[in-house]
């Protein structure tokens, strides 16, 4: 927990509200880019830089959907003084046709077999979608008697952080209290909640309470990661978040503009190259699969700290100097 009073008086120096100015000369992000570039600078080059954005989908993203829409439209309902838990198990098993999100009925079909996996946690779908009903129906009901009540659903935001770049994003939900104090809330469908490491700087956090300063001038009081598969929530942020996250995306950012100017997006080649589009080792990838050749060898099955090719910013280098060499003969052919 933390003292929303003091993080706020930090942060209102590094806050203000986007002007059109802003729009024209000012980098935008969110806190996905973001994580993105920090996770693997490499990775970031070929999403953001060049485009190469895969649009294929997977079960745990479009299960993520689908059960973002159930809490939402709950949510909405309660506020409208009637919940239908009827409407909200048929939207969950056949999802929304009019915003293109398929239920669970086509999700099981569509990834049969991942389906019916148990993960690694030791816990199978039907268990997560039994531990979804149930932690749907205590957050409805605790509206009733907790002294929080919905305020805002998939709320969207945007502000100048340090007057240099943009910073925009969606908030799942923000409750409110008699007194107007908030709480910001962060639905997951993970399998496990985050490592105690993470908890006290979320990035995440950070930047939405950073949203809410900006558009409420306050911030939320709390900010939980609700696990809506497993039933289960984690509290985020401690005293000092506002300091340390403000040094961390200046680093982040510096990071990211100093890329960008030498044009050599480096590698981080970890286990989480299993998952990424551009890895030959992950067997979910089609459209940009071995785009990358600095993966790691690491597979659930086969647990390889090694990678496929190092990298060397000389050979990039060398490249550039020939792609030059190219530019270069080319403006010359065009010359004569
Ligand atoms: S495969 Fe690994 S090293 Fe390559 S872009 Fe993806 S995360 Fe980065």
Redesign the pocket.
Known sequence: MYNNIIEAEYLKDYVRPVTEEDRNKLPTYSHSKLEVYE??P??YG?QYEQGKRSDETTLALELGTVCHRVYEIASQMWKEGMVNYNDLKFLLEYGDTDEKISGIKDLSKKYFEEWYETDSEGHTYSWKMGQFDKGLREYVDSFNYNGWFPFKEEYDFEFVFNNRAIIHGFIDAILINTEGDMKCLDYKTSKKPFPDNKIPTSQQFSIYCMGMLNDFGKLPVQCDYKFILLNQEQNALTNGFAKRIVKKLNTVLDNIDKDGKSGIWI???TP??YW?S??STNPKAIQYKNE?E???LWTPTEKKWDVNKRFNALDLTKDKHVDKINNDNNKRKLIF
């Open positions: 996770n693997c490499y990775r070929l590698p981080n080649s989480l190259c990424c551009y890895s990358c600095y993966y790691s």
